[in-house]
């Protein structure tokens, strides 16, 4: 679906993805971004920095990417390492060309209801459009859980579905009664990092759940030191009552790196002053 708005747009959306450091973990996902971006025609750059590379190296990359005319996208990997104030980072990013959605003038665009103007943060986009496919007419109305406040995903999710005239609540490590919570949402949104902690019976009959959570837990049976990989939801029990939800691994993770790219192209028709594709 994005490969044929590349193709219809005529251009060549450029991607550059910064990383510092070797974190493993970091470099899966980068890699993975980087595959997908040449998939799709993408002109795609990687700047792998070494973990101590000063604040102000990493402000000058920025600074030059902004500048570059063939980088319609930019992506600083977090985590950062300590030594690097990364608000200073995120907010050196031009916000034409925060394909994250996590500078503050993205972030309030979205609060004040301007999406149209915004870039909007890959996972909850990713899961706004998965929802919408799932309930597949207006979500207006509808009682919306989202578990987790973080501005990566719970925060930007919330004001998404308040946009979309969900009744939205957000819950977090302090709430009290989180099941009975679940229990009346149409929609629920995990995105805790908490391995399985949603069960079966907290999921409303009919309910779309979508599943953020991403927690790699010791998997002994698959060989020693071994891991897997599970999400927030304890999906076969989940899957019972829902009537959609997302698995882990193979549903936001992927959604997400597709939302990078429609960001990326999004960001590259407005630079050339053309409509950008409505996905
Ligand atoms: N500035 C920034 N932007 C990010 O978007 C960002 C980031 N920093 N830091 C790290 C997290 C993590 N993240 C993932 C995206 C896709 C999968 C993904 O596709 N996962 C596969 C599984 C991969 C596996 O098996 O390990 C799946 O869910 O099917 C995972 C993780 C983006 N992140």
Not at 54 to 69: K, Q
Not at 115 to 140: D, F, Q, Y
Request: charged content about 20%; overall charge positive; proline content about 7%.
């Amino acid at each position: 679906m994005i490969k044929q708005a590349v193709v219809a747009s005529g251009l060549k959306p450029g991607l550059a993805v910064v990383l510092v450091g070797e974190d493993p973990a970091s470099q899966v996902y980068v890699g993975a971004k980087g595959r997908k971006a040449e998939e799709l025609g993408f002109h795609s750059v990687q700047h792998t920095l070494s973990a101590a590379t000063s604040e102000a190296d990493v402000l000058a990359l920025v600074r030059a990417l902004n500048a570059d005319p063939a980088i319609h996208g930019i992506l600083v990997q977090l985590p950062l390492p300590g030594h690097i104030n990364a608000a200073a980072v995120l907010e050196t990013i031009d916000p034409a060309k925060d394909v994250d959605g996590f500078h503050p003038i993205n972030v309030g665009r979205l609060a004040i209801g301007e999406p149209e103007r915004a870039l909007i943060s890959c996972t909850p986009a990713g899961c706004l459009l998965l929802i919408k496919r799932a309930v597949g007419r207006p979500l207006a109305g509808l009682d919306a859980l989202v578990i987790g406040r973080s501005n990566i995903v719970g925060k930007p999710m919330a004001q998404l579905l308040l946009q979309e005239s969900c009744t939205v609540t957000i819950a977090h490590s302090k709430s009290r009664d989180l099941a009975a919570l679940a229990r009346r949402a149409d929609i629920l949104v995990a995105a805790v990092g908490r391995p399985e902690m949603v069960r079966g019976d907290w999921v409303k009959e009919g309910a779309v759940v979508i599943d953020v959570g991403m927690n790699r837990i010791p998997a002994p049976e698959r060989g020693a030191g071994k891991t897997r990989l599970v999400g927030d939801v304890a999906y076969t029990e989940a899957s019972l009552r829902a009537s959609a939800i997302t698995p882990v691994p193979g549903g936001v993770g992927p959604m997400t790196i597709a939302m990078l790219m429609a960001n990326t192209l999004t960001a590259a028709c407005r630079a050339a002053g053309i409509q950008p594709p409505h996905f």
